[in-house]
Antibody, heavy 121, light 111 residues
Framework: QITLKESGPTLVKPTQTLTLTCTFS??????????VGWIRQPPGKALEWLAL???????RYSPSLKSRLTITKDTSKNQVVLTMTNMDPVDTATYYC?????????????WGQGTLVTVSS | QSALTQPASVSGSPGQSITISCTGT?????????VSWYQQHPGKAPKLMIY???NRPSGVSNRFSGSKSGNTASLTISGLQAEDEADYYC???????????FGTGTKVTVL
């Protein structure tokens, strides 16, 4: 079965760079059409789409955060890494990674449990 | 891009039907059949309930249905049950940035 799990620091200081890793099983990012995305949710607030990467290394970013985000994949390790630069307290949120089955049907069908990242000095 | 617009809250009694709207533009909801809906219980990860406007994943109750008219998509929950009390989010592809966007979220309360 498909599982995803996010990992990374729980606390980062303002201006630092956040690096989150999504480790998955049950599928391969070398399979045609497959993708992995990142979504975040500040405490008590709505979901926000951040970025996604497809099997062919096609990358998409939220326009409002594009300058701060980088998404990469390591197919051999079954991992997707998201980096976000210049962290600010408003970036405090639970960060989720999720699976996309196909580029022609881009919905998130499996989600990780999420990891809470707090930005504070 | 701007988030899709959803009502902040919707409520209903057990057994009733409720509908949650998701309003966008011709660049997202109105232009593509890539609307999906997610259910989120407190402290839990979101769960896919509807994809491609009206398709239900395996295992999702047929009490959940989706539709679209113009720039507005809708999620209907029929035969409302206590376990349906949760937050619901819509999502759509948007051509304005070749990316995706979520809705503002709707809290469903079962009275």
């Amino acid at each position: 079965q498909i599982t995803l799990k996010e990992s990374g620091p729980t606390l980062v200081k303002p201006t630092q760079t956040l690096t989150l890793t999504c480790t998955f099983s049950g599928f391969s990012l070398s399979t045609s059409g497959v993708g992995v995305g990142w979504i975040r949710q500040p405490p008590g607030k709505a979901l926000e789409w951040l970025a996604l990467i497809y099997w062919d290394d096609d990358k998409r970013y939220s326009p409002s955060l594009k300058s701060r985000l980088t998404i990469t994949k390591d197919t051999s390790k079954n991992q997707v890494v998201l980096t976000m630069t210049n962290m600010d307290p408003v970036d405090t949120a639970t960060y989720y990674c999720a699976h996309i089955q196909s580029t022609i049907s881009p919905h998130f069908d499996y989600w990780g449990q999420g990891t809470l990242v707090t930005v504070s000095s | 891009q701007s988030a899709l617009t959803q009502p902040a809250s919707v409520s209903g009694s057990p057994g009733q039907s409720i509908t949650i709207s998701c309003t966008g533009t011709s660049s997202d909801v109105g232009g593509y059949n890539y609307v999906s809906w997610y259910q989120q219980h407190p402290g839990k990860a979101p769960k896919l309930m509807i994809y491609e406007v009206s398709n239900r994943p395996s295992g999702v109750s047929n009490r959940f249905s989706g539709s679209k008219s113009g720039n507005t998509a809708s999620l209907t929950i029929s035969g409302l049950q206590a376990e349906d009390e949760a937050d619901y989010y819509c999502s759509s592809y948007t051509s304005s940035s070749s990316s995706y966007v979520f809705g503002t979220g709707t809290k469903v309360t079962v009275l």
